[in-house]
Each structure stands twice: as C-alpha cells, then as structure tokens.
C-alpha cells in the first residue's frame, strides 16, 4: 500500500534550521499534490505549505519556509530557516495521490516528526 515517509525532525535552537522530507512509495500513478501540515499540543492541525505547479505558505512561515519537489523521488521537501519556538509542533506529511489512470484522488498522511525549537 503506500505510505508516505517522514524524516529530518528534531531539536533545534531559535534562529536555526531543519529540513524535512518525505517519500512517497507504492502503486501511484500521479501525485496531484504534496503538502506539510503540523499541530502543537492544544492547537488544531494547520496547513504549513503545499504545492503544485506552485508552492502555497500559511502566513505564519512565508519568508522562512520553502516547500520543494523532487519528482524523480516522488518526494517532497520543507526547508525550514530562521525557526522560532512558535513552530514547534509534529509535523505531517500529506499527499493527494491518483493510484491508477483515471481514477480518483486519494488524501494520504504520513506519521509526523516532531520538530522542537527551544528558546
């Protein structure tokens, strides 16, 4: 079946970097999009960045955050700079994939990896 794996999280101080990525593997006949999502404890899950034929950023990172495909790998990247404890959260991969020619799109998540800012 496919599955969508994250990595790249972990501990980082304000001001510093992360990159994240994701790989999408199984039966896929097109990927329409790949996208990032997050959720802090007591927050509701938020969008960070998608993309298309061109990238989308939640406000909140526009200016630090760079979304990145690489379609060869089928993967999808988040280059995250100047990272302020506010970001701290799990962070989702998300993908809306066609399985087979002509058929529908499917949305599928990957597990999360948390990424901690400390101040």
């Known amino acids: 079946q496919v599955q969508l794996v994250e990595s790249g999280g972990g501990l980082v101080q304000a001001g510093g970097s992360l990159r994240l990525s994701c790989a999408a593997s199984?039966?896929?006949?097109?990927?329409?999009?790949m996208g990032w999502y997050r959720q802090a404890p007591g927050k509701q899950r938020e969008l960070v960045a998608t993309i298309t034929s061109y990238p989308n950023y939640a406000d909140s990172v526009k200016g630090r955050f760079t979304i990145s495909r690489d379609n060869a790998k089928s993967t999808v990247y988040l280059q995250m700079n100047s990272l302020k404890p506010e970001d701290t959260a799990v962070y989702y991969c998300?993908?809306?994939?066609?399985?087979?020619?002509?058929?529908?799109?499917?949305?599928?998540w990957g597990q999360g990896t948390q990424v901690t800012v400390s101040s």
């Open positions: 199984g039966s896929i006949f097109s990927i329409n999009s």
């Open positions: 998300n993908g809306v994939l066609m399985m087979v020619v002509g058929g529908p799109m499917y949305n599928y």
